[in-house]
């Protein structure tokens, strides 16, 4: 609902704090599982054996993540990431999840770069086909998944698409104990009850744009408990 009139001559008059407010979002890292969340303790020994599955299954799209496992008291000297190793050119996969977005762009990408203040600011949309691979820090943090919010959890997320929720309900996660499913890392299947008040809490994943399908990295059993460990880690 912008004016675009008044959107360009405020980014005329205001390049330096638009600048500054560009450099703290890049600069300010990721929050880490034991900050947060330090009454649920990450299984180091799990975590270690799913930085393999990781990088089998995982870090050839969303990055490598240096670990030096240190041995300490305390899990963040052994747990904490010391680098990651991403792509340096932006790449585009499609690995089948909802198109809803990549094909609504292709009907108004011609006009947003016939406007004014594209053509001003250099910027250029081009379609493409299938979505950019995010780096995971704070992935356990970024619930619910895909680029839609389609899927609830972690655990749901590394189940075959057929098997994921076709509904869910989300909420506010106030309450680590009962906004937060620890062990799957994401939203509760059993959300509260306040949760259930709010008709636009629900998320219907047969919605066209929602849907829930792609991204069939399936990971069962032990491999994925431990792939979670060290998801939690990053």
């Known amino acids: 609902g912008t004016d675009l009139h008044e959107l360009e001559g405020w980014l005329g008059e205001n390049g330096a704090?638009?600048?500054?407010?560009t450099v703290a979002v890049f600069n300010t890292p990721a929050p880490y599982w034991w900050d947060i969340l330090p009454e649920y303790p990450i299984d180091i020994d799990a975590a270690k054996r799913g930085e393999v599955v990781f990088?089998?299954?995982?870090a050839d799209c969303h990055g490598?993540?240096?670990k030096s496992w240190l041995d300490g008291l305390y899990v963040e000297s052994q747990a904490k990431t010391w680098g990651v190793s991403y792509s340096s050119t932006t790449q585009v996969v499609n690995v089948g999840t909802d198109p809803q977005r990549a094909a609504g762009m292709a009907d108004f990408a011609d006009a947003l770069n016939d406007l004014t203040i594209s053509q001003a600011a250099g910027t250029v949309v081009v379609v493409q086909e299938g979505y950019v691979p995010p780096p995971?820090?704070?992935?356990w943090a970024r619930f619910p998944y895909l680029h839609n919010g389609s899927v609830p959890s972690l655990c749901a997320l590394l189940?075959?698409?057929l098997d994921r929720p076709v509904t869910f309900?989300?909420?506010p996660p106030d309450?680590?104990?009962t906004d937060f499913d620890a062990t799957c890392v994401g939203i509760p299947e059993t959300p509260p009850a306040d949760w259930l008040d709010d008709p636009d809490n629900v998320v219907d994943t047969s919605i066209p744009g929602l849907g829930n399908q792609g991204h069939e990295v399936v990971?069962?059993?032990a491999a994925r408990t431990d792939l979670i460990e060290f998801l939690k880690t990053l």
């Open 17 to 21: 704090a638009v600048d500054s407010l």
């Open 55 to 58: 990088e089998a299954n995982c």
């Open 64 to 66: 490598h993540y240096a």
């Open 136 to 139: 995971l820090d704070g992935i």
């Open 159 to 161: 189940s075959p698409a």
């Open 169 to 171: 309900i989300v909420g």
């Open 175 to 177: 309450d680590a104990a």
């Open 219 to 221: 990971v069962d059993g």
